[in-house]
């Protein structure tokens, strides 16, 4: 066990606290040995406070181990030893959270970071994985939140730090943790508790330390900012709290007054109670907003299971390897239902149905949506407990579950008493003798306070076994008994129209978004998610046929769809809106993969601001949606890199993904963990235009060479890849060559050496390559960005209109009053100021040039009207040409096409430098894209980009007669600019 490090004065403290316990201790004990080296006074004290404390006349090794025996005890049963069993404590996989980027997670305000920083010495690396015992190593942290969705295995993570810590593997270092399920604590929301009494009371095991050595541990704790005493506080699932957690109030600070529940754990919150004490709070990421930022210090991410663990699962719950095989295969299969089992409890659902429906059927449609594979989870439940019992009585049974599910949890409530059973028609004498049905869905826990009776309390097995019952109630009173039980607003004159209509599905639905919506700890968004998947009409019918019932009305669901679309225009929180898409993913709404870009890059959605867990859930929607996502274009979605980094790592699938301008080494990183990762599905990679350079590209060719990598096209057209980079490319496929079937280095300077190396793949029999793409490149292609495809234009004298004046060895045109000595030419402009390059624009092409007065630059397909005083033979003027106008007069910009001006920008680098104004043309002619930018210190400032397809070759141009027919400005020029 690690000796702590602290400072004199911090030791000394610890020192005469330790003796002051030690005489405490040896008052009690007197036939305790409990002296100790100072060197491991921490651990050893811990132990010693155990140990004495629990047993009085045995001797010190029997006692400590049947401590450590009780101790485990405690955390075991936390959890509920007889799930553990069920499930077999062998499909246990070891779970991992991730430091986040100090970003709240509700309200994207910045985390108070600066601890964890300084002590580190470095900045907090955001996506950092980090292991549950690590996590208070700090000695600066305080609080920790951890915030993950429904069944993602917050409560998993919680219990394995404390059997780590009981069974004395890990977080030694924590003398005592006390870990409250914060559901629990409703058993006594009402009462008023010592906090030690709090302890005893909701941790019967703790009853082994009197509380009066609780309390002294607690006083001196909460009279010493040292932390002498490495005390935990562990409140699990936040969001299940009924507690009014008045953040502002300010109490009695007496650690061993009796408090209200609320107001004891308001101030462990605020630190006014045990300031020293650590407390980790685990909460669904819709209720991390009761806690104010600047009561937590770090904030971690749960994410769920990686693709090897999902694997991992499945073979440790089912021990025979075959079963476990047929299962992963057939979850293989099916893209969506893959993905959704990266939250553990789906595994857990998942395994409990597909054990049961594959060996009960041939073929036929999985379970693909959350809702559909509780639907079959009831009915295999269902199933199995109709063999045993009266079948009627069991449906009977589910419907007054239900019932009482949907009643709880509109009040927040996921516990309740006998008498709440009672209500909703349940009987726990009679129904106890339906123990088989119920196990698996429903739990009892008991508390008792000193003195007093038991309390009974009950719960699903899981949270989202109390959701999805809900919306089994309100969806039955529907379409069954048609019945709207849904509390609506108080009606006012206009809500009357409402109310004759107020049992149709689209209103009960639009109650239960306005409901989810309105809830400020999101206690009704997976309920909202099952109800809305529950109205399609195959999962109506399987529901119906399960608990027997009439068939109900069928239902169109366009207009819930609609007021869905209209709620995230306008809804608060990223939270809310990535909640709204789930749901649009439950009604199969095909328009989903839209609305998700539209909210992205109209800025309701700020792509900066997500956090991480914000990005993983809309990109787990994206890839869980059945819709095919054939290119999946990065760009679409994001404009940052590290919003492209956090897609990118979530990135798993089979379309063609693009990566446009925004990789840096980071990136290839990440992406290279993509590519080589076992169930990266990933086939067409683009990364053209991305200045990688060979260090980036060595960098992904450490996936390329993975025997996991399966990349067919790899696109790689100016990225400044040079003849190393090449070689490092043809060393990957030499190590994996049977995929590869594409790679274009286009654009790039691999060299004679490097083109060699990788054509002579290309007669490999044992390559797949059979495309390789090397043309346009040289050693100007190693410039960054895009001036890699600058060309050298040239003027053609041929076409230029008798006003212009060429000089400077033809680089500089000046609009003139004199007619300028040309001969007749047919490409001659002869209405117009304008005039065209020779170059025949092909590929990619840059240029600069610099501009003064009114001028036109533009490209032109070459059969651009040359005679005459019409639009045809404007640039801008019609459907041939596109033109920027630039007048240094106004200071703007303006981009036209067919005689349309479809964007204008005012340029503040025309307004500094009248004398000399800079532009950048970038075509692709392939692509399709002309991009117009001002040039300011050598930085390039977007103003236009068009996006069409050029069906003939492109030319540039210089125009110098504007709109208006009369008027030219004398003296405006253009100067082609040498780069
Ligand atoms: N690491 C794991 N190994 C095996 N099973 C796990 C693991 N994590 C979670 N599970 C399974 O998933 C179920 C749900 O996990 P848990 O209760 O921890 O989720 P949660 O994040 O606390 O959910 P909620 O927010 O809904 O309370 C567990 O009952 C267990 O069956």
């Given at each position: 066990m690690a000796e702590q490090q602290t400072s004199p004065p911090a030791q000394t403290l610890r020192l005469s606290l330790l003796q002051r316990l030690k005489c405490f201790l040896s008052s009690i004990f007197p036939q305790a040995d409990i002296s100790h080296g100072a060197g491991h006074c921490v651990t050893l004290f811990s132990t010693d406070v155990m140990v004495q404390v629990a047993q009085r006349p045995q001797s010190s090794p029997t006692l400590q181990l049947s401590v450590q025996s009780r101790l485990q005890d405690v955390f075991r049963s936390a959890r509920g030893e007889a799930e553990r069993q069920r499930e077999g404590r062998l499909c246990d996989v070891n779970p991992e959270q991730f430091v986040i980027d100090g970003r709240d997670a509700q309200n994207n305000t910045l985390r108070p970071f600066r601890k964890l920083e300084t002590e580190t010495g470095q900045s907090a690396e955001s996506q950092r994985p980090i292991q549950p015992c690590d996590v208070f190593q700090q000695l600066s942290i305080r609080t920790v939140l951890t915030t993950g969705v429904a069944g993602i295995g917050k409560t998993f993570l919680v219990q394995k730090l404390l059997l780590d810590w009981a069974e004395q593997r890990a977080s030694q270092d924590l003398h005592l943790i006390f870990a409250f399920t914060v559901r629990e604590l409703g058993l006594w929301r009402e009462e008023s508790f010592r906090l030690a009494e709090l302890i005893h009371t909701c941790i019967p095991e703790t009853k082994c330390i009197k509380e009066e050595t609780l309390n002294d541990i607690l006083t001196t704790s909460q009279n010493s900012n040292r932390g002498d005493f490495r005390l935990l506080f562990v409140f699990d699932g936040l969001d299940q709290s009924h507690f009014q957690l008045d953040l502002k109030t300010n109490t009695s600070l007496d650690v061993t007054k009796s408090m209200r529940v609320d107001v004891l754990l308001t101030n462990l919150i605020r630190g006014k109670l045990l300031p020293s004490a650590r407390l980790w709070i685990t909460t669904r990421p819709a209720a991390a907003n009761q806690i104010p930022p600047e009561c937590i210090d770090l904030v971690t991410e749960v994410r769920g299971f990686t693709d090897p663990q999902k694997e991992e699962y499945f073979r440790k719950r089912f021990r025979d390897e075959e079963q476990a095989s047929r299962i992963i295969s057939h979850i293989k299969i099916s893209r969506s239902l893959h993905i959704m089992c990266h939250i553990p409890v789906f595994c857990w659902i998942t395994a409990t149905v597909l054990e049961e429906v594959l060996e009960t059927r041939e073929g036929g449609e999985l379970p693909k949506t959350l809702t559909e594979m509780y639907i079959h989870f009831l009915v295999v439940q269902l199933n199995k407990a109709k063999e045993k019992y009266v079948p009627e009585k069991c449906i009977q049974y589910i419907q007054s579950l239900a019932k009482l599910a949907f009643h709880e949890l509109l009040k927040s409530s996921t516990s309740f008493m006998e008498e709440d059973l009672r209500l909703s028609g349940i009987n726990t004498r009679a129904a106890s003798k339906y123990s088989g049905l119920f196990r698996e869905i429903f739990t009892q826990v008991c508390g008792q306070r000193e003195g007093g009776d038991q309390r009974n309390m009950f719960c699903f097995a899981h949270l989202s076994l109390h959701e999805f019952l809900a919306a089994v109630h309100v969806n039955i009173s529907l379409f069954i008994y048609n019945r709207n039980v849904m509390p609506g607003p108080r009606l006012k004159v206009h809500s009357l129209l409402t109310c004759f209509n107020k049992t149709s599905a689209t209103n009960v639905h639009k109650m239960a978004v306005n409901k989810a919506v309105q809830s400020p700890t999101g206690h009704l968004d997976v309920f909202l998610r099952f109800l809305l998947g529950l109205s399609l009409p195959t999962n109506q019918n399987h529901l119906q046929g399960a608990l027997t019932l009439t068939a109900g009305r069928s239902q169109n669901n366009q207009k819930t769809i609609k007021y869905i679309k209209k709620k995230i225009r306008k809804s608060p929180s990223p939270e809310k809106s990535i909640n709204l898409f789930h749901c649009l993913n439950e009604l199969n709404d095909r328009s989903l993969v839209e609305q998700i870009q539209q909210s992205l890059r109209s800025g309701r959605l700020s792509t900066d601001k997500l956090s991480p867990a914000q990005w993983s859930a809309l990109v787990f929607i994206l890839l869980s949606s059945e819709e095919d996502l054939d290119v999946f274009d990065l760009k679409k979605y994001s404009a940052s890199e590290e919003a492209l980094l956090k897609l990118l790592t979530s990135a798993r699938t089979q379309a063609e993904t693009k990566v446009y301008n925004y990789l840096t080494l980071k990136s290839c990183e990440a992406l290279s963990s993509v590519l080589s990762s076992q169930s990266s599905s990933l086939r067409h990679l683009d990364l053209s235009n991305n200045d990688l350079q060979d260090s980036g590209v060595k960098l992904l060719t450490a996936g390329l060479k993975s025997p996991l990598c399966t990349l067919e096209t790899l696109r790689l057209s100016g990225c400044l890849v040079t003849e190393e980079g090449c070689a490092s490319l043809a060393s990957a496929l030499r190590s994996n060559p049977?995929?590869?079937?594409?790679?274009?280095?286009?654009?790039?300077?691999?060299?004679?050496?490097?083109?060699?190396?990788?054509?002579?793949?290309?007669?490999?029999?044992?390559?797949?390559?059979?495309?390789?793409?090397?043309?346009?490149?040289?050693?100007?292609?190693?410039?960054?960005?895009?001036?890699?495809?600058?060309?050298?234009?040239?003027?053609?004298?041929?076409?230029?209109?008798?006003?212009?004046?060429?000089?400077?060895?033809?680089?500089?045109?000046?609009?003139?009053?004199?007619?300028?000595?040309?001969?007749?030419?047919?490409?001659?402009?002869?209405?117009?100021?304008?005039?065209?390059?020779?170059?025949?624009?092909?590929?990619?092409?840059?240029?600069?040039?610099?501009?003064?007065?009114?001028?036109?630059?533009a490209v032109t397909y070459g059969d651009i009207r040359r005679t005459g005083n019409s639009l045809d033979c404007v640039f801008g003027g019609n459907d041939h040409s596109w033109s920027l106008r630039c007048y240094d007069f106004d200071l703007t910009y303006s981009v036209w096409h067919n005689n349309r001006k479809i964007s204008t920008v005012y340029s503040a680098a025309a307004a500094s430098s009248s004398s000399s104004n800079r532009v950048a043309v970038y075509v692709d002619c392939p692509a399709g894209s002309l991009s117009f930018y001002s040039v300011s210190s050598n930085k390039l400032i977007h103003l236009h980009t068009v996006n069409t397809t050029f069906t003939d070759p492109l030319y540039p141009g210089f125009g110098f007669g504007l709109e208006t027919l009369y008027f030219f400005e004398y003296e405006s020029s253009v100067s082609l600019c040498r780069l």
């Open positions: 049977s995929h590869l079937r594409e790679l274009d280095l286009s654009f790039n300077h691999p060299g004679d050496a490097g083109a060699k190396l990788l054509s002579a793949g290309l007669e490999n029999p044992f390559w797949s390559l059979d495309t390789l793409r090397l043309d346009f490149g040289g050693e100007q292609r190693l410039k960054p960005g895009v001036k890699k495809y600058t060309c050298e234009l040239e003027l053609d004298t041929n076409s230029a209109h008798r006003n212009l004046e060429l000089s400077h060895n033809n680089r500089k045109v000046t609009l003139v009053t004199e007619d300028q000595s040309y001969p007749d030419h047919p490409d001659r402009f002869d209405h117009w100021p304008q005039l065209l390059c020779r170059n025949q624009l092909t590929g990619r092409c840059y240029w600069e040039v610099k501009w003064r007065g009114r001028v036109d630059i």
